[in-house]
């Protein structure tokens, strides 16, 4: 059997939920084991970033594929101004921002050819935050090349990369090993996925059944330190993901949806800015100690890097500065579409 392109729906509620969450997770990772660096001590929300562990990238990508099947039969022209052209704008675009302000240390140490060399070495291997934007147009060309495939082999062949596990020191192969088999699984399993959901949202009993079951589990072998050996990192991440889905499929219609799904419809511009609130925000808590809770720092950073990137896209949105988050016409190669496209 090859992947078909099944009819998807273009919008779905839940699916926007997921991705908010799993940006605030990210997020949250980053902010909290970068002010435990900074303070050489961890906090209470380590034990939550540690539980998030095994699911969280692998839900970011699974979610990344469930809509592929709806473009992934266009013409290569059209595909790859879509899926390569458009998220390699916002790493030049980002990466150039973000290496702009780490890199005073790096010409103090080694001067302008040292900055130069650095910076020319973020396009072969991803800078800083931004490697999952480096890796997703990678992701849509394999599998635009792997379409006629059949798709357990696809899947196994994956899988197998994610057991290994792979260790070369090169974020591309690293990330892809351990990745590609959930960005696969979202888009050749996309009509199992909302079917799935579709069970859960007409029997939320067992979708809470599942999450406190999935839960004890996911935090037992979290605790026990096995959550990333071989086999046990693959089913955490698949049972895992699929909670994120039960998760959102629950929390649809409550109002703690609405600030997550409002999040998942922009997770990309969260993702390109954060750190720049998240540095920002980490460096006044913590030289101003005003709350030396170190849990409560990190949930504070957290926030700054989720509301910021926010607050700024739309401020910027009508101005000069909205290249910041939407690509301009000149960067096209598919005239047809239009002159802005947003990130998200």
């Known amino acids: 059997m090859t992947a078909s392109h099944p009819s998807v729906p273009r919008r779905v509620d839940w699916v926007d939920v997921a991705k908010g969450f799993c940006i605030v997770m990210v997020v949250m990772m980053h902010s909290t084991l970068g002010v435990e660096a900074a303070a050489g001590a961890t906090g209470w929300l380590h034990h939550v970033v540690e539980f998030a562990k095994p699911f969280r990238m692998p839900d970011f990508f699974l979610v990344a594929g469930l809509f592929l099947a709806l473009r992934i039969d266009r013409p290569w022209r059209e595909y790859l101004d879509a899926k390569v052209v458009h998220f390699a704008y916002f790493y030049v675009l980002w990466v150039t921002i973000q290496f702009a302000m780490k ?3 790096i010409l103090a140490e080694s001067g302008a050819e040292g900055v130069v060399r650095e910076y020319l070495l973020a396009y072969v291997e991803p800078f800083g935050t931004l490697w999952f934007i480096y890796l997703l147009p990678i992701f849509f060309v394999v599998t635009k090349l792997l379409r006629r495939v059949p798709v357990v082999a696809v899947l196994a062949v994956a899988a197998a990369l994610e057991i290994a596990p792979i260790h070369t020191g090169s974020v591309v192969i690293d990330e892809f090993a351990a990745r590609y088999v959930y ?8 009509p199992h996925i909302f079917a799935f959901a579709s069970r859960i949202a007409g029997r939320p009993a067992l979708g809470l059944a599942y999450l406190g079951v999935w839960g004890v589990v996911n935090g037992t072998l979290v605790a026990q330190g096995v959550a990333d050996m071989p086999f046990v990192g693959l089913a955490l991440g698949t049972v895992g993901a699929i909670a994120v889905v039960t998760f959102s499929v629950l929390l649809v219609g409550t109002a703690a949806a609405e600030p997550l799904r409002y999040c998942g419809e922009r997770s990309i511009v969260i993702y390109l800015a954060f750190f720049v609130f998240m540095a920002g925000s980490r460096v006044v808590l913590l030289k101003t100690g005003i709350i030396p809770d170190l849990g409560t720092v990190s949930l504070i950073v957290t926030a700054a890097g989720v509301v910021g990137p926010l607050v700024l896209a739309a401020i910027v949105r ?3 500065l909205a290249f910041l988050f939407r690509r301009p016409a000149w960067t096209r ?11 998200e």
């Open 103 to 105: 890199s005073p240390p």
């Open 318 to 320: 009508p101005t000069p």
């Open 183 to 190: 960005f696969y699984a979202g888009y050749a399993l996309a």
């Open 333 to 343: 190669i598919d005239r047809r579409e239009p002159k802005l496209v947003p990130a």
